[in-house]
């Protein structure tokens, strides 16, 4: 089990609803795909603080790997949040807003912008692809 991912080292649970997916293992939908471990997108959250000029805080959990689309959990007030950002860092110093859209919880997030992007896949990629023999 993947219970490393339910909690950050400084003690801040994260939501149920991320740990309902990591805890079922669904990890991963082409092209996008959940962290392995908690820090392992630090530097786009690193970015992310970096390049919104309101200086919101958050937790990235999830990647879109063919571009640098990120989503993240927003911490506010040393807890962390239902709500998702989605985000685009410039990983440039600009005055561009990134965030490209905000969602009530993870659910919304990957009804609104992960299962399409998926069905968008589906129309270019082999699903043979994806199994390991």
Not at 45 to 66: G, M, S, V, W, Y
Not at 100 to 116: D, H, I, M, S
Request: proline share 4%; with cysteine; hydrophobic share 40%.
């Amino acid at each position: 089990m993947n219970a490393h991912l339910f909690k950050t080292t400084n003690g801040l649970l994260l939501p149920n609803a991320f740990r309902w997916f990591v805890g079922q293992n669904l990890v991963s939908f082409e092209p996008w795909h959940f962290c392995s471990q908690l820090d392992e997108f630090a530097f786009a959250t690193q970015r992310f603080q970096l390049e919104n000029p309101a200086k919101r805080e958050l937790i990235t959990i999830l990647r879109r790997h063919d571009r640098d689309d990120f989503a993240g959990f927003e911490i506010k007030d040393n807890q962390i949040c239902e709500n998702v950002i989605y985000y685009h860092p410039s990983f440039h110093n600009t005055q561009w807003n990134i965030i490209c859209g905000e969602y009530k919880n993870l659910f919304a997030f990957v009804q609104k912008v992960v299962l399409p992007d998926m069905e968008e896949w589906t129309s270019t990629e082999n699903a043979e692809e994806y199994f390991n023999d």
